[in-house]
């Protein structure tokens, strides 16, 4: 049995899609093959957002935000929209799961750790709690 993709998205996949993908991997990193992008990507990633994972044990440093594609939606089990009214290429086939949450562009670390639980938070309620996470697609 394969294990259901989930597909981050934000406008620049520097901060949010990145905070969730990562907290993902940490939270659950067997049951779901996860991924992130954006739909105008940023150069980097966000430096608050890579310090708070790191505080967390996890070295976000050398990923690169890349845009959407078509293909990402249409093969995506699960997509979270991290802001909503994204503009995306096409419409996603999987689950799809709008939540909002503030840019975190110019923000501190200490700025970003109260995003970062209200994210872990989401994604505990929505993907980890099994009653939930059963409606995903497989």
């Known amino acids: 049995m394969s ?16 905070l969730g993908a990562a907290l993902l991997e940490i939270l659950a990193p067997d049951d779901y093959t996860i991924t992130s ?26 990923r690169t ?18 802001k909503p009214g994204l503009d995306l290429p096409a419409t996603p086939a999987g689950r799809f799961l709008e939540w909002s949450f503030p840019d ?16 872990t938070a989401r994604i505990q309620e929505t993907l980890l709690t099994p009653s939930l996470a059963e409606g995903a697609p497989r």
């Open 3 to 18: 294990t259901p993709t989930v597909l981050f998205l934000c406008q620049h996949n520097a901060g949010r899609s990145q």
């Open 65 to 82: 935000p890349r845009a959407v594609t078509a293909q990402d939606l249409a093969t995506a089990d699960i997509v979270i929209a991290m």
């Open 104 to 119: 975190p562009t110019d923000w501190t670390p200490e700025n970003v750790r109260p995003l970062r639980d209200s994210v």
């Open 37 to 62: 992008a954006g739909t105008t990507p940023a150069d980097t990633v966000n430096p608050a957002i890579a310090a708070t994972i790191a505080e967390l044990g996890l070295d976000i440093t050398d």
